[in-house]
């Protein structure tokens, strides 16, 4: 059998000394990365110097008789489908109960077709992959970039949805 020397052992030992001196070095610089990320957080997304236990003011609510907006003319897009080019034509008409932001959505018309545009030329892809729950997905997808355009004109949503009144593919 062969026996263990002292040097061996040392050997050993300081081998091991090392390994835990390393975990050590690990762990303070990953608790030191998470420290940093931690106050960088606080520092820039923390308070502003107001009171966060106040209360949000209440997001006023049309109450009135629905209204449409159509959006004409029709939107038409092109888009590629398993190798063929494809067409969209829908026929957009928006709901809302909020006067003003029917106005709104006149004064910035090209904007929100712009976008409009774009989404259906990114969206139609799964759509014709899946049409049943494409078409409806789209449909929520178009109320969410008009709200968002309303929001950042306005101030706030104003419509409560996006019809597709028309939806044609060829």
């Known amino acids: 059998m062969a026996e263990n020397t002292p040097q061996d052992e040392a050997a050993g ?3 091991s000394g090392k390994g835990k001196s390393l975990i050590l070095l690990i762990v303070g610089a990953v608790l030191l990365v998470l420290a940093g990320g931690g106050g960088a957080y606080f520092f820039l997304l923390g308070s ?47 709901m809302s109960r909020d006067a003003a932001a029917l106005d709104a959505v006149i004064e910035h018309m090209p904007i929100i077709r712009h976008n409009l545009l774009n989404l259906f030329t990114a969206q139609m892809l799964g759509v014709s992959e899946s049409p049943n729950s494409g078409i409806e997905e789209l449909r ?31």
Do not use: W
Request: hydrophobic share 40%; proline share 6%; glycine share 6%.
């Open 13 to 15: 030992e300081a081998a």
């Open 48 to 94: 502003t110097g107001s009171d966060e236990s106040a209360e949000p003011a209440p997001v006023a609510v049309a109450t009135g008789p629905i209204q449409y907006l159509d959006l004409s003319p029709a939107f038409i897009v092109s888009y590629p489908f398993q190798g063929r080019q494809r067409y969209l034509q829908a026929s957009l008409t928006i």
């Open 140 to 170: 929520m997808l178009a109320t969410e970039e008009v709200k968002s355009i309303l929001h950042d004109e306005i101030g706030r949503d104003g419509i409560q949805e996006v019809l597709f009144t028309s939806f044609v593919t060829q």
